[in-house]
């Protein structure tokens, strides 16, 4: 158990600034496994090309903690390539990238079971697995992710994105594309994944048969509450030459840079809106010459203060045409 670091019956463990890199277990957590523990943190820590038979990176069983501002990338395992959550209670996993997981069975990027968690301001990026849930794999969870990616998973059976059984989820103000079928939930019930205000890579919506059946994003199952979604992404905008490229960083807690380009000289304006569609700040409003340019946001209205956590639109106008792109601003 616990291929590189075992935290078993230790006092609140902090693990802080490791890389653990290729590091194998026959049972749970190839690069980090932690058992009975009444806390555990893990913090800036590169886990990689790790492998077990669940939780190929990080497995955490009997427990409580963090995983914050780590990268997770390109482990292996049968159940949850990335990350395995059994029977945990409250675990954070925030600012973490989650990437190229392979997991034989479920679970490309986590699984989990008997456990309650929330994902916070991560990615979950190109995980595969072999059966179901090439993003995620949850029975018997209460499970939140909020101003997250999840991206271009895929699994060889079933659905591309998250299956979940005999659980509940709430996913909600990030980006959901390239999943195929996003959103499977396998027992039919009502309403049990929240899943408004994302954005599914068109802005038509998510794939329903019966309810949205015009939209051309990843495709969602039953009992899954998608509307109202975002209709723009926070990716890069461009009509003719103009372009708005993503925020940096996005999301953020304050100052982000925006850079965009005009194809010809022109009066531009650039501006923020919150997501009722009113004016927040006015960050550019003038003549400017063709080619690129950088303006700056600090997360402060036109007044001086500062913006409550959620959604924002980044419009750029110029020679008769516009560009929008989105921002997460976090507290």
């Known amino acids: 158990m ?18 653990v890199d290729s590091n194998n277990a026959a049972s749970m957590g190839g690069g980090l496994a932690s058992d009975n523990q009444a806390f555990v943190t893990v913090r800036d820590c590169e886990i990689t090309g790790n492998t077990a038979a669940s939780g190929g990176g990080i497995a955490f069983s009997a427990t409580s903690g963090v995983i914050r501002d780590c990268s997770i990338t390109d482990n292996v395992a049968d159940f949850g390539a990335g990350v395995a959550l059994l029977s945990v209670a409250d675990v954070v996993i925030s600012g973490t990238d989650i990437l190229r997981g392979d997991a034989a069975y479920v679970g490309g990027g986590f699984y ?5 968690f929330l994902i916070e301001d991560s990615t979950i990026e190109g995980n595969k697995c072999g059966e179901d849930g090439g993003a995620g794999w949850l029975i018997t969870c209460s499970g939140v992710i909020l101003r997250s990616a999840i991206v271009e998973n895929s699994a060889d059976l079933g659905p591309d994105g998250i299956y979940l059984y005999n659980s509940t989820l709430v996913v909600r103000d990030g980006e959901i594309w390239g999943n195929g079928l996003a959103i499977l939930v396998g027992d039919a019930r009502d309403d049990v994944v929240d899943a408004r205000y994302n954005w599914w890579g068109d802005t038509s919506g998510p794939y329903h048969a019966l309810t949205n059946p015009d939209g051309l994003g990843d495709e969602v199952s039953n009992s899954v509450w998608f509307d109202p979604w ?8 461009e009509v003719g030459g103009l372009a708005l490229k993503a925020p940096y960083p996005n999301p953020t807690r304050g100052m982000s840079a925006l850079s965009f380009s005009l194809p010809a000289p022109s009066r531009a304006r650039l501006k923020v809106y919150d997501a009722a569609g009113r004016l927040v700040s006015t960050l550019v409003d003038g003549d400017l010459g063709v080619g690129p340019h950088v303006a700056s946001w600090d997360g402060a209205d036109a007044g001086g203060r500062a913006v409550a956590q959620g959604n924002y639109f980044v419009r750029l106008e110029a020679g008769g045409a516009s560009v929008r792109t ?6």
Request: hydrophobic share 45%; charged share 15%; proline share 3%.
């Open 2 to 19: 616990g291929g590189a670091i075992s935290c078993i019956e230790k006092s609140n463990p902090v693990i802080v600034g490791c890389v």
């Open 230 to 237: 975002n209709v723009v992404s926070g990716v890069d905008g």
């Open 112 to 116: 989990a079971a008997d456990s309650s």
């Open 326 to 331: 989105r921002l997460v601003i976090v507290r």
